[in-house]
Each structure stands twice: as structure tokens, then as C-alpha cells.
């Protein structure tokens, strides 16, 4: 049996002004520290240790792993950041208010573009200044990488080859995996690992700073999971 943890970043200040972020790279707010170093906290308490972090390019999900590994005083592990485990891209809703945007829309429009899986939001242009071909750190994604719009089964398409090709292998070496992420690439692993259908995964909320704990069979069948506490 091998333990995977999955932690999503601690609150961004974005979260807290109810507003789209997507790819856009906005830093924890004073309560997302918190929550990040709190989950650290209790993974000590629970004697957890790591060999390999796996992480976005994105600070909210880079400086949560960080905060844990600090606690951990693991800071020295490998860690592995891909845009693979970014947020899913929101496209045009991206820095929009939420409640706002209920009203402008419509809470059911708003609803399928949050959590269904088959629904893209609206989609930028590539000379929109969100455009992540305008970001050094997209550099060398080709052009079919970088997205425009993104829905939920586009972001399980872009995670998956990553946790086939990176996590999956270093789980096989017997090492002991973090994974720090965001609420639309951990939903997409997640209903890839518990094989949930597309209306299971509409309901799956991941709550942030808390880490979540999958208890794995040889093949990477889940036995169990859990939220520690
Ligand atoms: O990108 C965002 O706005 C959030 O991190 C996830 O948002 P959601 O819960 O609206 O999908």
C-alpha cells in the first residue's frame, strides 16, 4: 500500500475576492498562509514525510508546497513544477467577480461553466493580455497547448500524461508523493483515480489547505481516501 497526498493551495487572495483566476498567477492570501502552514502542521503530527513534491507554476500551489515542506522541514526534496497541474484555464472569465458574473448570466450558465465537464467557458483571443503565449513560462508549449478556453476534460487530457509519465513512475520507485495543485487539476485527477463519471465530478468540491490522503493497491487502485484532520 502506498500513500499519495494531494493538497490544494491555500486560499489566494482571489478566492477570497470571489474572482475567476485560472492561469493567472495570484499569491495566497494572509489566510491562505495559514491554512498552507496548518496543513503542514498536521502532517507532522501525523509523522508524514516525502521524497518527491509535484507542483504547478503557479505561487498560490508553489508556496502551499513550500509552507508544508517548511514545516516538514523538507524543503530539500525534489520537487517537479509543470503546467500540467496548473488551474484549469478560465479563459475569457478569468479576474471576473463570480457573483457578478451570476448576475450578468445567469446562475445555470454559470454553474456549467464551473463544473461541467464538457463546458467552455468563454474563450480569450491570442491578443488578449491573458493569453499565457505572452508568458515567459509558457514558452515552449506549442501552439495546440496553449489554451485559449479550457474545460474539465481538457484539463484531465493536459494532467494525466503528466501523472502517467512523472508521478505514477517516481510512486513506483516506493517514494512517498505531495502533490500541490489546484481545485480543477486535483478534480480531474481525482475523478480519473475514483473513476467518477461526469455528473459524480460535477458535485466534487476540494476544499483548500486540507490535505487529502489516497491510500493506493500495488497498480495505483484506490483503497480508500480521507481528508486528515
Ligand atoms: O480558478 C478559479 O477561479 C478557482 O481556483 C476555481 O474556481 P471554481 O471553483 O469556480 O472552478
Known amino acids: 500500500m502506498q500513500k499519495l497526498v494531494l493538497i490544494r493551495h491555500g486560499e489566494s487572495i482571489w478566492n477570497k475576492e470571489n474572482r475567476f483566476t485560472g492561469w ?8 491562505g498562509y495559514r491554512q498552507a502552514k496548518k496543513a503542514g502542521e498536521l502532517l507532522k503530527k501525523h509523522d ?9 507554476v503557479l505561487k498560490r500551489a508553489i508556496k502551499t ?9 523538507h524543503l530539500w526534496i525534489p520537487e517537479e513544477k509543470s503546467w500540467r497541474l496548473n488551474e484549469r484555464f478560465y479563459g475569457a472569465l478569468q479576474g471576473l467577480n463570480k457573483t457578478e458574473t451570476i448576475a450578468q448570466y445567469g446562475e445555470e450558465q454559470v454553474k456549467k461553466w464551473r463544473r461541467d465537464p464538457n463546458e467552455h467557458p468563454p474563450a480569450i483571443t491570442k491578443d488578449d493580455e491573458r493569453y499565457p503565449g505572452h508568458d515567459l513560462r509558457y514558452q515552449h508549449l506549442t501552439a495546440r497547448e496553449l489554451p485559449l478556453t479550457e474545460n474539465l476534460s481538457e484539463t484531465m487530457d493536459r494532467v494525466l500524461p503528466f501523472w502517467h509519465e512523472k508521478i505514477m513512475p517516481t510512486m513506483r520507485l516506493n517514494q512517498k508523493v505531495i502533490i ?8 480531474a485527477l481525482v475523478k480519473y483515480i475514483d473513476h467518477l463519471s461526469d455528473e459524480e465530478v460535477t458535485n466534487l468540491e476540494i476544499p483548500t489547505g486540507i490535505p487529502l490522503v489516497y491510500e493506493l493497491d500495488d497498480q495505483f487502485n484506490r483503497i480508500r481516501h480521507y481528508y486528515l484532520e
Open 65 to 73: 508546497l513550500h509552507c508544508v515542506l517548511e514545516e516538514l522541514d
Open 180 to 187: 500541490a495543485a489546484h481545485g480543477n487539476s486535483l478534480r
Open 24 to 31: 493567472t498567477d495570484v499569491d495566497l492570501s494572509e489566510e
Open 48 to 56: 508524514y514525510n516525502f521524497d518527491a513534491g509535484f507542483t504547478s
